[in-house]
């Protein structure tokens, strides 16, 4: 099997300033904290530990390419693209829109160099020339809707390359499945009403964006019913994400009929992330993997391209993503030294035991009501 792999060095040059979520404000206690939540370090990090461990020489590299404006303007205004242009020519750059995103001098080239990344390695997966493959891209993508970015993102990277895919490849149906812990509310929103494209989002319940990614937010027009979303209470774990994936989204996935799979891969859902507590090990993100894997087999001659989004965690963002890829281009991933820790930890553990626990909690704290 031929894996694709795509990083570039100026993903790793993204310049998030010294504010943690919003820039340093003395006047309200916010002091600078020099690593924003979405510093590039820690994908320049898993890049590293690909290389590294050994993993990158059993990959076929893919090279990165800046999305053309043509290419960012089939999902998003002119307004937006042009705002971002101007903001990235300033000395200290400038933000996606929201005020939480900030990008350096020169941020448009690297968000660009993101959103064509997610292209070329979805090109090469359709053109055959790999037969999975995984972009390591940074800003991440899924928040970004047609009039804005937002959360960290600047161009929804996925959406240009499912665009990619269908107007310039021809490609018939495809299947967004989001895994990051927030809600993938920018490629809801650029798909909502187009029958073409299935959007599914696994997060954690209305983590962010702020009160999104309910169960009833089906797609809309035509589109209806080709959007699903999968809140998930925190503590979830891998059980709770491997059963969702089981009961929800592979039976969707049959349902729908892709031509190709993408994943919009996150790995803030794992255990040690700092912007949410889905509780997921590097385990949990191989068995996620191996199932969309499955299932782009018996659907789509397992046309797979995996798509990086969020993962904060300094500590196990590069291992969950190690061994996510060595899953994904089906070689002996790396041990996880974390494993030892999270081995009996509650969250990772059978989802039947949660809802076990929670059956007995009832049944005494109910039988002791007086
Ligand atoms: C600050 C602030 N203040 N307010 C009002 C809001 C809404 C703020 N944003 N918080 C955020 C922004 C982005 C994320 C995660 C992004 C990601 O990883 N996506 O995959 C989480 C929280
Ligand atoms: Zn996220």
């Given at each position: 099997m031929t894996t694709g792999y795509l990083w570039h060095p100026l993903y790793g040059w993204n310049d998030t300033g010294s504010g943690s979520l919003t820039p340093a404000d003395p006047a309200v206690g916010l002091q600078p904290v020099g690593h924003h939540f979405a510093h590039p370090d820690n994908k320049r990090r898993m890049h590293e530990l690909v290389e590294v461990s050994g993993l990158l020489d059993q990959l076929h590299r893919v090279p990165a390419r800046p999305a053309k404006r043509a290419e960012i303007l089939r999902v998003h205004t002119e307004e937006h693209h042009d705002r971002i242009v101007a903001e990235s020519a300033l000395p200290k750059g400038g933000d996606a829109g929201d005020g939480v995103s900030p990008f350096g001098k020169g941020g448009y080239e690297i968000a660009a160099l993101a959103a064509g990344g997610a292209l070329a390695m979805v090109d090469a997966v359709v053109r055959g020339e790999v037969d999975n493959g995984f972009a390591l891209v940074n800003p991440c993508g899924h928040h970004a809707v047609p009039e804005t970015g937002m959360g960290f993102c600047v161009f929804n990277n996925v959406a240009v390359a499912v665009r990619h895919a269908q107007e310039?490849?021809?490609?018939?149906r495809i299947a967004v499945v989001d895994w990051?812990?927030?809600?993938?509310n920018g490629t809801q929103a650029v798909f909502?009403?187009?029958?073409?494209v299935l959007t599914v989002s696994m997060h954690q319940d209305r983590l962010y964006p702020p009160r999104g990614g309910t169960v009833g937010e089906r797609g809309g027009g035509a589109g209806l019913y080709t959007n699903l979303n999968v809140p998930r209470p925190p503590g979830t774990g891998d059980a709770g994400y491997v059963d969702a994936m089981d009961a929800v989204i592979v039976p969707a996935l049959r349902a729908f009929q892709p031509d190709l799979v993408v994943v919009a891969c996150g790995f803030d859902p794992s255990y040690f992330d700092p912007l949410a507590h889905t509780m997921v090990s590097a385990a949990g993100f191989a068995t996620l993997t191996e199932r969309v894997m499955e299932a782009a087999a018996e659907l789509?001659?397992?046309r797979l391209a995996m798509v990086q989004e969020g993962g904060y965690s300094i500590h196990y963002v590069a291992i969950c993503g190690a061994i996510t890829i060595a899953t994904l281009a089906g070689v002996e991933p790396i041990a996880d030294p974390y494993l030892a820790l999270l081995a009996d930890v509650y969250g990772i553990h059978a989802l039947e035991e949660h809802q076990l626990a929670s059956r007995k909690a009832a049944e005494v704290l109910v039988a002791d009501i007086p």
């Open positions: 310039v490849l021809g490609v018939e990051d812990v927030h809600h993938g909502w009403e187009d029958p073409r789509c001659d397992g």
